[in-house]
């Protein structure tokens, strides 16, 4: 059993920063892609960032290229999402995902198929 947990959430103004973290316990994760969801109130569950076993195959939503980057630490079993130049419009509970399959199937399938979800950290931007 994996447990995920997130952390790094909060409120901050349009134009800061936060930085999500990510903390993997029950089994290493080292093959599993991971990634950063979000859901925003009245909205589906989409993908903000995907990252593979190894960091070579990296995925980000058009609407957050530029501003985050998504890391992993296999000594740590984590992943993190930095998140710069914030706007109203990335408020949502974000949420940690961890996958078996490659990026493009993660990807071209149903965000709620991903195999592992934290319970997700609210961010909150204001304008």
């Known amino acids: 059993q994996v447990q995920l947990v997130e952390s790094g959430g909060g409120l901050v103004q349009a134009g800061g920063s936060l930085r999500l973290s990510c903390a993997a316990s029950?089994?290493?994760?080292?093959?599993?892609?991971m990634g950063w969801f979000r859901q925003a109130p009245g909205k589906e569950r989409e993908i903000v960032a995907l990252i593979n076993w190894d960091a070579a195959d990296i995925y980000y939503a058009d609407s957050v290229k530029g501003r985050f980057t998504i890391s992993r630490d296999h000594a740590e079993n984590s992943v993190y999402l930095q998140m710069n130049s914030l706007t109203p419009e990335d408020t949502a509970v974000y949420y940690c995902?961890?996958?078996?399959?490659?990026?493009?199937?993660?990807?071209?399938?149903?965000?709620?198929?991903?195999?592992?979800w934290g319970k997700g950290t609210l961010v909150t931007v204001s304008s």
């Open positions: 995902g961890a996958d078996r399959r490659p990026l493009l199937y993660i990807r071209a399938g149903v965000v709620d198929e991903v195999d592992y």
């Open positions: 029950g089994r290493p994760l080292n093959r599993y892609a």
